[in-house]
């Protein structure tokens, strides 16, 4: 299990907006501005779309955006491509001696 | 253009030890501002971060897996290695090594393309 929860899966339409939500704890998601994101096609590595929170790095579309309320973080894609379908992936700093905490990943399927 | 490589043995058998190695290329490994990761991911499972070790050779592993886990850095040849005794099934997975700094200490921006390393008689 997880110490990051995500749905297993969002879908949307071409053009439409998709949000997904990354819960987690005060000792993680909640307690630290230090959450990214990270989208992974079939057979290949993660690439980082959101770090800080809501901060996207040089050469991502700006049609990726990250949010922050409490406990859950949150990514969104709006005007919805073909090629946004992937897995994505929340991860988080936490106080725990781990330090480094993923999401189970969410399936994005573009209909 | 920063590139990591991964190597190593793709097979491994049950209580013996798997051993990785990530080549860095495009850049330095005695870089200062750098963590340098390995990162895991079982079949159709998610991401689990192994550890962690700066260019000064301090490292950080995940607690389920200290016991197991060595990490170790060789400048010399601009790379870094994973040690992971007493394998398991369980430790069937997709190995990444990855690098992060640029975007905080703690997220990563370059990673490896990954090497499948199965557990199996």
């Known amino acids: 299990q997880s110490a990051l929860t995500q749905p297993a899966s969002v879908s949307g339409s071409p053009g439409q907006s998709i949000t997904i939500s990354c819960t987690g704890t005060?000792?993680?998601?909640?307690?630290?501005?230090?959450v990214s994101w990270y989208q992974q096609h079939p057979g290949k590595a993660p690439k980082l779309m959101i770090y800080?929170?809501?901060n996207r790095p040089s050469g991502v579309s700006n049609r990726f955006s990250g949010s922050k309320s409490g406990n859950t973080a949150s990514l969104t894609i709006s005007g919805l491509q073909a090629e946004d379908e992937a897995d994505y992936y929340c991860s988080s700093y936490t106080s725990s001696s781990t330090l480094v905490v993923f999401g189970g990943g969410t399936k994005v399927t573009v209909l | 253009q920063l590139q990591l490589q991964e190597s190593g043995s793709g097979l491994v058998k049950p209580s013996q030890t798997l051993s990785l190695t990530c080549a860095v290329s495009?850049?330095?490994?005695?870089?200062?501002?750098?963590?340098w990761s390995w990162i895991r991911q079982p079949p159709g499972k998610g991401l689990e971060w192994i550890g962690y070790i700066y260019r000064s050779g301090s490292t950080n592993y995940n607690p389920s897996l200290k016991s197991r886990v060595t990490l170790s850095v060789d400048r010399s040849k601009n790379q870094f290695s994973l040690r992971l005794t007493s394998v398991t099934a369980a430790d069937t997975a997709v190995y990444y090594c990855?690098?992060?700094?640029?975007?905080?200490?703690?997220?990563?921006?370059?990673w490896g393309q990954g090497t499948l390393v199965t557990v199996s008689s």
């Open positions: 005060s000792s993680d998601v909640g307690g630290y501005n230090y």
């Open positions: 800080d929170v809501s």
């Open positions: 495009g850049g330095s490994i005695s870089s200062g501002g750098y963590s």
């Open positions: 990855a690098r992060a700094g640029d975007y905080g200490d703690y997220t990563v921006d370059y």
